[in-house]
């Protein structure tokens, strides 16, 4: 069911996955409740546009969403390769009542995760696209993209998300 407006933006905890999230529809301007995890990407300035109301244009960034999927079988499958100092922190930051004053939020914890998986997963887990180049050539598109981003939008429109290296 579409919207027009939405009376509460904020609908997840910051703390747990996100379960559903509001998407925007830039040619009806509407709402809808969609579950799942928004996928990832940014919101550039629409060219040209000098409405103060402009919602701007999402940017998908295809590599996180590719990614996204490995690093959590790989988690759901008790993080393999990882050191035992790794595992440790991992439980650590996971421990919602012992690590109560300073708990990282959802999107903190993937992204320590995503580092994780790129630096001490075994390669079986990191690889598994017919074509490796690809994943090169997604990862540049994206950081070309971003680099566009941030020249374009110097003033704080938009947001930048980290890129896996």
Not at 37 to 57: C, E, H, N, W
Request: aromatic share 12%; proline share 7%.
């Amino acid at each position: 069911m579409s919207r027009t407006t939405i009376d509460r933006l904020i609908i997840n905890s910051s703390y747990e996955e996100p379960k559903p999230y509001w998407r925007y529809d830039r040619e009806t301007r509407t709402f809808e409740l969609v579950g799942g995890l928004r996928p990832a990407g940014y919101v550039m300035a629409t060219p040209g546009q000098k409405s103060f109301d402009d919602p701007g244009i999402f940017v998908e960034i295809p590599l996180d969403n590719q990614i996204r999927p490995r690093v959590n079988a790989w988690q759901e499958a008790d993080y393999p390769g990882i050191t035992r100092i790794t595992k440790r922190l991992l439980e650590h930051w996971h421990d919602a009542e012992g690590f109560d004053m300073r708990r990282f939020f959802f999107c903190q914890l993937e992204a320590v995760e995503t580092l994780i998986w790129l630096t001490e997963a075994p390669a079986a887990w990191r690889v598994g696209h017919r074509n490796p180049r690809r994943w090169r050539a997604v990862r540049t598109e994206v950081l070309q993209d971003g680099h566009r981003h941030r020249q374009d939008h110097r003033d704080g429109y938009g947001h930048r998300l980290a890129h896996p290296q």
